[in-house]
């Protein structure tokens, strides 16, 4: 599971505006519905009722926010830089301002956790992650992933 396959540039967000965990996540689902299908009530409740778990946000300025959906028939991810760090309640305690969302079918279980577990080593690489701050265009975040990730991958 490559990032390439999670991505594409219509799913990159270099600007997100939001000032909580509750509004960002409002705000993937609603750009998240956009490019699934699906109902963006339904996106948001899976990825609420995942938080409630325990949080997402896995340290260094990132979260990984994901969820299951039964009427989605492939993994899907978003990506987005939030305009200023947001409380996210990481791991870490610090404010989080890349966020990676992944989408997946219910029955996807080994594949989920795969593009779960490639994700976290894409964005656990402080360079990369140092660069998409850089970066405000939606087409150069999406080459720094996927060229990052292919990188990695070699």
């Known amino acids: 599971m490559e990032i390439v396959d999670l991505i594409g540039t219509e799913a990159v967000v270099p600007s997100l505006k ?3 965990k509750k509004q960002a996540l409002q705000e ?3 750009h998240s519905a956009g490019l699934t299908g699906l109902a963006e009530r339904a996106i948001f409740d899976v990825l609420l009722e995942r938080e409630r778990l325990g949080t997402t946000g896995i340290g260094n300025g990132v ?3 994901h969820g299951k959906l039964a009427d989605i028939k492939k993994l899907h991810g978003l990506f987005a830089r939030i305009e200023a760090p947001i409380d996210f ?9 890349l966020i990676f969302l992944l989408l997946a079918p ?6 989920h956790l795969k593009a779960l577990a490639r994700v ?14 850089g970066t ?3 087409e150069a975040i999406y080459a720094l992933l996927t060229n990052a990730a292919a990188s990695q991958a070699a």
Do not use: F
């Open 136 to 138: 405000d265009s939606a």
């Open 89 to 97: 309640d990481a791991i870490d305690e610090q404010p989080v301002d």
């Open 18 to 20: 939001a000032t909580s």
């Open 28 to 30: 993937l689902a609603k």
């Open 120 to 133: 976290s080593r894409l964005l656990r690489d402080r360079e990369v992650c140092d660069k998409v701050r």
């Open 106 to 111: 219910e029955g996807a279980g080994a594949d």
């Open 63 to 65: 979260a990984i926010p």
